[in-house]
Nanobody, 127 residues
Framework: QVQLVESGGGLVQTGGSLRLSCAAS????????MAWFRQAPGKEREFVAAISGSGARTDYADSVKGRFTISRINTKNTLYLQMNSLKPEDTAVYYC????????????????????WGQGTQVTVSS
């Protein structure tokens, strides 16, 4: 079965940095697009960033462009999210997700295109 385990969250001051990791198992990692979503208290889950299976294509939410970088190392079955210049509005539980379809990178910002989700890791940015 597919398992996604996030790590790297924590408490950081405004302007600080964190790197999230997502360890994947149970399917051929390089064959599936991956993404990060987040959910703040009282808000809906929102798209953060996505990356194709090969890593050649990436997409970002406007709110994080220029500050966050998504990457993956397929030989390690691991997805990353480097978050710089963090703001209080970045406070949320961050989830990694694995695509529903094999070798597909379509509508990467839509949560319905992802079949598997991690348990989430909390990121808190203090002002």
């Amino acid at each position: 079965q597919v398992q996604l385990v996030e790590s790297g969250g924590g408490l950081v001051q405004t302007g600080g940095s964190l790197r999230l990791s997502c360890a994947a198992s149970g399917r051929t990692f390089s064959s599936y697009a991956m993404a990060w979503f987040r959910q703040a208290p009282g808000k809906e889950r929102e798209f953060v960033a996505a990356i194709s299976g090969s890593g050649a294509r990436t997409d970002y939410a406007d709110s994080v462009k220029g500050r966050f970088t998504i990457s993956r190392i397929n030989t390690k079955n691991t997805l990353y999210l480097q978050m710089n210049s963090l703001k209080p509005e970045d406070t949320a539980v961050y989830y990694c997700a694995s695509a529903l379809r094999y070798n597909s990178y379509s509508s990467p910002a839509s949560p319905t295109n992802y079949a598997y989700w991690g348990q989430g890791t909390q990121v808190t940015v203090s002002s």
